[in-house]
């Protein structure tokens, strides 16, 4: 085990904690909602969901939350402006969790971020994601809407590797006039949190364990992946799913302890329906942690 001997920034994020020295403090778990095939959403245009199973969902979270102590956060889907603002006033009336606002659209992640801050929920969010593809309008508009927590994803399509990561957060690798953390601050991202992108398995996903170490080393900036973009795209593991499907999902289940013994600060496992099989498997390695480091 390790510590950082570098300060190690805490951020606070609609009551959640994201950051800080591993085994001092909980891993923050984030799952999707309305996520591609989520059978919930009844109307993926207009936002139009099934609010019954969504409640089930959320108080089954809350609950496994309160039973291990893990801090978590949610994930919010949407591929038009109109289902992102649906989807942000059902939630903001279930929860008080983080909510990051996802999309592939930067029109549709926009519209989420301008609602949330007419709802008065600009605390709590977190625009996911920021990249090397991210235009100076979408930055702008960021600016100007207020945000201030955002995703900075490492992806660098030149160089999947740890070096490629860092340096694109670093000073742009090429790719940016300067490092994608430098241009955030910029234009007023005051709690970036790092994703050391995990695309696939075939794109060297084992590198973004070792980044997570080098970034907390560097900077001290909460850092984290999405571990599970690797585990569905493994092609061995994807032979095994046709004959057994439980195979599939225990070791979707267990790879995100993986990423915590990595020091990661917060853990995107996947979809909210795992939560209650993925949280104790985080609390165990936070506690393995916990006692690892107690005479460092």
């Given at each position: 085990m390790f510590r950082f001997q570098n300060t190690q920034h805490i951020y606070e994020i609609g009551g959640v904690s994201f950051g800080g020295q591993p085994g001092t403090r909980r891993t923050a778990m984030i799952g999707s909602l309305f996520y591609p095939g989520h059978s919930i959403v009844e109307d993926r245009?207009?936002?139009?969901?099934?609010?019954?199973r969504l409640e089930e969902l959320i108080n089954n979270l809350e609950s496994v939350i309160d039973e291990t102590e893990t801090p978590a956060a949610l994930m919010i889907y949407a591929e038009t402006a109109g289902?992102?603002?649906?989807?942000?006033?059902?939630?903001s009336d279930l929860t008080e969790l983080p909510l990051l606002v996802?999309?592939?659209?930067p029109e549709v992640k926009l519209?989420?971020?301008?609602?949330?801050?007419?709802?008065?929920?600009?605390?709590?969010?977190?625009?996911?994601?920021?990249?090397?593809g991210t235009s100076k309008q979408e930055f702008e508009m960021l600016n100007e809407i207020g945000?201030?927590?955002?995703?900075?994803?490492?992806?660098?399509?030149?160089?999947?590797g740890v070096k490629g990561k860092i340096y694109l957060l670093e000073n742009g690798?090429?790719?940016?006039?300067?490092?994608?953390i430098e241009i955030a601050h910029r234009y007023g991202i005051k709690k970036p949190l790092i994703d050391v992108a995990v695309m696939s398995m075939d794109q060297n996903a084992g590198s973004a364990l070792r980044a997570i170490i080098v970034s907390k080393a560097k900077w001290g900036i909460p850092t984290g992946c999405a571990l599970h973009n690797a585990v569905e795209?493994?092609?061995?593991?994807?032979?095994?799913?046709?004959?057994?499907?439980?195979?599939y999902r225990q070791v979707d289940i267990s790879s995100a302890a993986i990423p915590i013994m990595a020091g990661a600060d917060f853990v995107m496992y996947g979809p909210i329906e795992y939560a209650r099989?993925?949280?104790?498997?985080?609390?165990?390695?936070?506690?393995?942690?916990?006692?690892?480091?107690?005479?460092?």
């Open positions: 245009t207009h936002g139009k969901i099934d609010t019954f289902a992102i603002v649906s989807y942000l006033n059902i939630i996802d999309s592939p659209s519209a989420g971020a301008k609602r949330a801050s007419e709802m008065g929920l600009l605390e709590k969010l977190v625009y996911n994601t920021l990249s090397v945000v201030k927590a955002a995703v900075l994803l490492a992806f660098n399509p030149h160089d999947f690798n090429g790719l940016l006039e300067e490092g994608l795209s493994w092609s061995m593991l994807m032979r095994l799913k046709e004959k057994d499907a439980r195979i099989s993925v949280f104790p498997i985080a609390a165990l390695a936070d506690e393995l942690i916990r006692q690892a480091i107690s005479d460092i």
